[in-house]
């Protein structure tokens, strides 16, 4: 079976420090991933997808992730954080038969000034 | 291009009585799903359709819940006899019909049941 887990329910940095979302994969194949952002009482918003290409993937807003197989790893990275980015983020994992979406349990990021 | 549509964006519902959610796909778009979320909590899996098909139920309640995708209009999620636990956000998302594209999520229904 396929899961994902975000290894921290809360991260706080300040403006313009770097920020990282840990997110650890469980997969028997090659995955797709993806990572979503969530702002208050909004939908979810596509940041990057992993789907077998380069393991180094580039998203919107600065954001990137980096797909490292040896440690079935696919944490969120951003060199400097803007007050902007506090918000709900999820590392997802899509199954391969259906095509659905199974969500981690997100990551409260909070910037201060 | 609009994106998915989802209405209404708050429900305020009496126990015992039905909702509806309703969702429109992203233009060019045949499959549909929907999620919920509860309070706290990430996104859980309910239902993947597409036009006038279910294709994957396995996450939806086996009681009070259904969703259809009809030929012509939104896709409905209709909850019968509502009850607290019910309370939650809804999400629906689209993808277009070939492989390997990401879903695309409407801004929700939230459910309160009063």
């Known amino acids: 079976a396929q899961s994902v887990t975000q290894l921290d329910s809360h991260v706080s940095v300040s403006e313009g420090t770097p920020v990282l979302l840990r997110c650890n994969y469980s997969?028997?194949?090659?995955?797709?991933l993806f990572w979503y952002v969530q702002h208050p009482n909004k939908g979810l918003q596509l940041l990057l997808k992993?789907?077998?290409?380069?393991?180094l993937v580039k998203g919107i807003n600065g954001f990137e992730a980096e797909f490292k197989k040896s440690e079935t790893s696919f944490h969120l990275t951003k060199p400097s954080a803007h007050m902007s980015d506090a918000a709900e983020y999820f590392c997802v994992v899509r199954t391969i038969n259906t095509d659905k979406l199974i969500f981690g349990t997100g990551t409260r990021l909070q910037v201060f000034p | 291009n609009a994106g998915v549509m989802q209405n209404p964006r708050h429900l305020v519902r009496r126990r015992g009585q039905e909702a509806r959610l309703r969702c429109s796909p992203m233009?060019?778009?045949?499959?549909v799903y929907w999620y919920r979320q509860l309070p706290e909590e990430g996104l859980k899996f309910m239902v993947y359709?597409?036009?006038?098909?279910?294709?994957?139920e396995s996450g939806m309640p086996k009681e009070r819940f259904s969703a259809e995708f009809p030929k012509e209009g939104p896709s409905i999620l209709r909850i019968q006899q509502v009850v607290r636990g019910d309370s939650a956000a809804y999400f629906c998302?689209?993808?277009?019909?070939?492989?390997?594209?990401?879903?695309?999520f409407g801004d929700g229904t939230r459910l309160s049941i009063l």
């Open positions: 992993y789907t077998s290409a380069a393991t």
């Open positions: 998302a689209s993808s277009p019909d070939y492989s390997n594209q990401p879903q695309h």
């Open positions: 359709l597409q036009k006038e098909n279910i294709i994957d």
């Open positions: 233009k060019g778009h045949s499959h």
């Open positions: 997969s028997s194949y090659s995955p797709s």
